[in-house]
């Protein structure tokens, strides 16, 4: 079936410096993706979004990256801080579903 | 405003009871959805609403059940509850479709014994 994975399960930064967390999707038809933030003990939490039609979007001190090529997706945070562990995961659409990613464990380290 | 919460938000629950976990958004979202979070993997759609009144199926939607009479309200009801149901549940809204971003509350941890 489709899926939407994501490339590591636990991603270590220390603070300050960017964070690279990857996804790939395996429709072709996927026209909309959306990364979400997921707190301990809290419900999923919308960052950013982006739609087939672009390659790029940039938010605040974050930026997605869409490369339909590959069927790769990718969430950059600028000068990691600590309130920014969390599990990361992408969404992507299948036809008029969402299929979310497993997630991505960012750990923040001084 | 709110958003979107859940009661309860924690609850043991012994096998065979029902149970009716609740959900209600005040951003007059058109679509609502449950979904189950289990360790490895992610989340995954048990029952939705496009509009009140309307329901379908998700991916995982055996042993639940869901109804939707007005525009704010989407319980989640497990008829007989078994421990393979022990999960976290989030419920969420949409402005539109299951394509539009989808806000989610705290959640509900539910255990069955």
């Known amino acids: 079936g489709e899926s939407v994975g994501l490339h590591l399960p636990t991603l270590s930064v220390q603070e300050g410096d960017n964070s690279i967390i990857n996804c790939a999707y395996s429709n072709s038809a996927s026209d909309y993706f959306i990364w979400y933030k997921q707190e301990s003990g809290k419900g999923p939490q919308f960052i950013i979004d982006i739609r087939s039609n672009m390659d790029k979007r940039q938010g605040q001190r974050v930026t997605v990256l869409l490369n339909k090529t590959v069927k790769h997706l990718s969430l950059q945070i600028a000068a990691t801080q600590p309130g920014d562990s969390a599990v990361y995961f992408c969404a992507g659409t299948n036809t008029d579903k969402l299929i979310f990613g497993t997630g991505t464990r960012l750990q923040v380290f001084p | 405003i709110a958003g979107i919460t859940q009661a309860p938000t924690s609850q043991i629950l012994a096998a065979g009871r029902r149970m009716t976990l609740r959900c209600t958004q005040d951003?007059?979202?058109?679509?609502m959805y449950w979904y189950r979070q289990d360790l490895g993997l992610g989340l995954r759609l048990i029952h939705y609403?496009?509009?009140?009144?309307?329901?379908g199926k998700g991916e995982v939607p055996d042993g639940y059940s869901v109804s939707r009479a007005n525009t704010d309200d989407f319980p989640l009801t497990l008829a007989s509850a078994v421990p393979s149901q022990t999960s976290v549940y989030f419920c969420a809204s949409s402005d539109s479709g299951s394509t539009d971003t989808q806000y989610f509350g705290p959640g509900t941890r539910l255990t069955v014994l």
């Open positions: 951003m007059r979202h058109n679509a």
């Open positions: 609403s496009n509009t009140a009144g309307t329901t």
